[in-house]
């Protein structure tokens, strides 16, 4: 989700605050404090295996000297002390047959599909505005405000709107959302299903999650329906839970494969807007009329071994952070109904400020786990330094540059992006897919992560060995992340939603 800097009911909602950004030390701008810090990482890294070379050495030389006497001495020794040998290997067997079997099991992406809906959902801003004016809910004010926020959006003229929006007057009724949500999970999973060569009766758990829209039978009963999923398929419907959903739904499909095992595990993540349209004049509640668009994804994932071989990604971690025993952070995206009695979520003008917060939180548990040792101690230093002496020191930004290859940053909006380019210091490469697929297919909510893992692919740049990490931010609010680390040079799936416009792709965006 993301603000906007236009007036909102006397206030303003703030898209960036400057005074809240970290900026790089002075010292990262030297060059030759780049080779210095360069260096100290790369010794740092491979400070064990320089160790163990002299180390393993001294051992070489060492049995190189041992004769025949000696080496019959040592088997004399062994002969002597059999019960304790046989003890101590008994010991070893055991321990580590316990190792192997309570590890958790590594659970693998074998492939995932976008939704790419039909070129007649398109619509562009000329389109959108006219719409808004025939509507007659809009006064001129907010018929404004929605124009200068699409102008700033980093939006593109070919996002897609649900069909029941493209009629005049729009009819967000059950039946027509109930139609979106078919359309943009069934061709999704269709295509998944195709691509994989999967029975859905192989499926044992299934996670949707969709934030705005819950009908009775749910989401995940119109899959088992369709699909005709077995009786015992576990499922799970998780509603309510924002743009950062798609990444708890992953977390939640992880640990059921720890449980369940040599099963499969599909997650699919979307977002209804047919009956969530806000038509009213709040200008807080128009924002994500201006921001959200269709879009969908279905996710494979297998704890089987024999489809490492096969599957694009290995799951190393997921973080999730919840702020919503704050107050604000819980009130900053909130559904309500305004003063006319006309629903619609509200963005509050503190959103990117809590939006920090949450960051912060979840890289703070997310570093340990994946920065290099070196990184860990020049943190830890500048705190210690920090908290003993008092010295003005700004705190060290770790480099995340380090950890990851690739970043999907949840393309909730221009303003979300270039927060992130900016405290965790990005170069345009890094925030390229997120960017691209904000212009291509706006904020897709959940799932727009996977379309921007579809755009990194497409451009041929994942290979073997990549980490990727996934981030992601939602009501409540919170914000989570995924690392997944390449199994091989991957390629784009079969019908990628970039398959037929990736070569006019980057575009340069004019803010």
């Not at 943009?184 to 691509?195: H, S, T």
């Not at 060569?197 to 044992?204: C, Q, V, W």
């Not at 009775?216 to 005709?228: E, Q, R």
Request: charged letters at 20%; glycine letters at 6%; aromatic letters at 10%.
């Amino acid at each position: 989700m993301e603000a906007a800097n236009e007036p909102v009911n006397g206030g303003s909602v703030q898209i960036r605050t400057d005074n809240e950004r970290r900026k790089l030390p002075n010292f990262l701008q030297s060059v030759n404090m780049k080779y210095v810090k360069l260096g100290y990482h790369y010794l740092i890294t491979h400070l064990f295996k320089l160790c163990l070379v002299p180390l393993m050495a001294v051992l070489v030389t060492e049995i190189s000297r041992l004769t025949t006497d000696d080496l019959y001495q040592i088997w004399l020794h062994l002969q002597y002390n059999l019960v304790a040998f046989i003890f101590l290997s008994a010991l070893a067997i055991f321990g580590s047959t316990v190792y192997i079997m309570s590890r958790p099991r590594s659970v693998y992406l074998v492939d995932y599909s976008c939704y790419l809906p039909p070129e007649s959902l398109q619509v562009k801003y000329q389109k959108f505005m006219d719409h808004s004016k025939l509507i007659e809910d809009f006064n001129e004010s907010s018929l404004e405000f929605q124009r200068k926020i699409l102008e700033r959006s980093g939006l593109g003229e070919e996002t897609y709107l649900p069909e029941a929006l493209h009629c005049i007057p729009p009819r967000p009724t059950m039946m027509a959302a109930r139609e979106e949500a078919e359309q943009v999970m069934f061709r999704a999973l269709d295509k998944l299903f195709e691509n994989t060569e999967i029975n859905p009766r192989d499926i044992g758990v299934l996670v949707v999650n969709c934030s705005l829209f819950n009908p009775t039978p749910s989401l995940s009963a119109m899959i088992v329906n369709k699909y005709k999923l077995r009786g015992n398929v576990k499922s799970f419907n998780l509603g309510g839970m924002g743009c950062s959903a798609g990444v708890i739904a992953i977390d939640l499909a992880k640990d059921m494969l720890q449980v369940h095992r040599n099963t499969y595990a599909v997650v699919v993540s979307t977002e209804n807007i047919t009956q969530n349209w806000y038509f009213g004049n709040k200008k807080a509640m128009l924002i994500p009329n201006c921001l959200f668009r269709v879009g969908g994804s279905a996710i494979l994932l297998s704890n089987k071994g024999k489809d490492r071989r096969r599957s694009k990604y290995k799951l190393v971690h997921t973080v999730r952070t919840h702020k919503g025993a704050v107050e604000k952070a819980f009130n900053c995206v909130y559904q309500e109904q305004d003063d006319n009695g006309k629903t619609g979520v509200s963005l509050s003008k503190d959103l990117m400020a809590i939006a920090g917060e949450a960051l912060k939180a979840n890289i703070t548990t997310l570093g340990p786990l994946v920065l290099p040792i070196s990184e860990q101690i020049l943190f830890f230093m500048t705190l210690v330094t920090k908290k003993l002496f008092n010295a003005k020191l700004k705190p060290y930004i770790p480099d995340f540059k380090l950890a990851f290859d690739h970043f999907c940053i949840h393309a909730g909006g221009r303003a979300v992006i270039d927060e992130l380019e900016k405290n965790l210091q990005l170069s345009q490469t890094h925030v390229e897919a997120s960017r691209m697929t904000l212009h291509r297919f706006g904020n897709t909510s959940s799932s727009s992560i996977w379309y921007e893992l579809a755009y990194i692919e497409a451009k041929g740049r994942m290979k073997k060995g990549n980490r990727v990490w996934q981030i992601a931010f939602g009501s409540g609010f919170k914000c989570n992340s995924a690392v997944w680390v390449a199994l091989h040079n991957v390629k784009p799936s079969v019908s990628s939603p970039w398959e037929h416009c990736i070569d006019r792709y980057p575009v340069k965006l004019d803010f």
